[in-house]
T-cell receptor, first 111, second 117 residues
Framework: GNSVTQMEGPVTLSEEAFLTINCTYT??????LFWYVQYPGEGLQLLLK?????DKGSNKGFEATYRKETTSFHLEKGSVQVSDSAVYFC??????????FGTGTRLTIIP | EAQVTQNPRYLITVTGKKLTVTCSQN?????MSWYRQDPGLGLRQIYY???????DKGDVPEGYKVSRKEKRNFPLILESPSPNQTSLYFC????????????????FGEGSRLTVL
């Protein structure tokens, strides 16, 4: 079956540090890949997506590249801000509408 | 404003007392789904619905029921809640299929935190 593995948190960084959150997946076929973000007390919202190999999704300074050869979709940001503190979920969709989520990575940015 | 609305946002109940968590979306989405979020387990799908009167089990359906009588509503029913159903619940919706305008994005409600004593 489909599965997503992402790095365990929590992750604590200083403001302006470089961020990487690793995500790898197992899926049949050619899934679409997503990063969702959950701010405190809120539901999840889409951060970025990529639908085919070598696509790069980007939004709000975050980027992730769909790497089919390594089955990865790592999230990166060059300079994090305190407002980026949240829980980040990697997810995939293969075939039907259902999203399969990773366990989430809690990110805390300290000033 | 496009949104998914869940109620109640917070609920404390006792074992065995039936409860319903309502979910409504105003985006004319065909697909709706319920997830539960638990520490260390991420989001797990409970039930989903591809359209009116079409529902199916997700990964953790035991102890839950759903119905989809109208396109906009997808209530989650706990007939006899137990403490292991204490969790944070999310309703979500999206367009279905691969038609034009379908970005694949799932829209989430703000969550319903349920405690069963």
């Amino acid at each position: 079956g489909n599965s997503v593995t992402q790095m365990e948190g929590p992750v604590t960084l200083s403001e302006e540090a470089f961020l990487t959150i690793n995500c790898t997946y197992t899926a049949t076929g050619y899934p679409s890949l997503f990063w969702y973000v959950q701010y405190p007390g809120e539901g999840l919202q889409l951060l970025l997506k990529a639908t085919k190999a070598d696509d790069k999704g980007s939004n709000k300074g975050f980027e992730a590249t769909y790497r089919k050869e390594t089955t990865s979709f790592h999230l990166e940001k060059g300079s994090v801000q305190v407002s980026d503190s949240a829980v980040y979920f990697c997810a995939l969709k293969a075939g039907v509408e259902k999203l399969t989520f990773g366990t989430g990575t809690r990110l805390t940015i300290i000033p | 404003e496009a949104q998914v609305t869940q109620n109640p946002r917070y609920l404390i109940t006792v074992t065995g007392k039936k409860l319903t968590v309502t979910c409504s979306q105003n985006m004319n989405h065909e697909y709706m789904s319920w997830y539960r979020q638990d520490p260390g387990l991420g989001l797990r799908q409970i039930y989903y619905s591809m359209n009116v009167e079409v529902t199916d089990k997700g990964d953790v359906p035991e102890g839950y029921k759903v119905s989809r009588k109208e396109k906009r509503n997808f209530p989650l029913i706990l007939e006899s809640p137990s403490p292991n159903q204490t969790s944070l619940y999310f309703c979500a919706s999206s367009l279905a299929g691969t038609g034009r305008g379908n970005t694949g994005e799932l829209f989430f409600g703000e969550g319903s935190r349920l405690t069963v004593l």
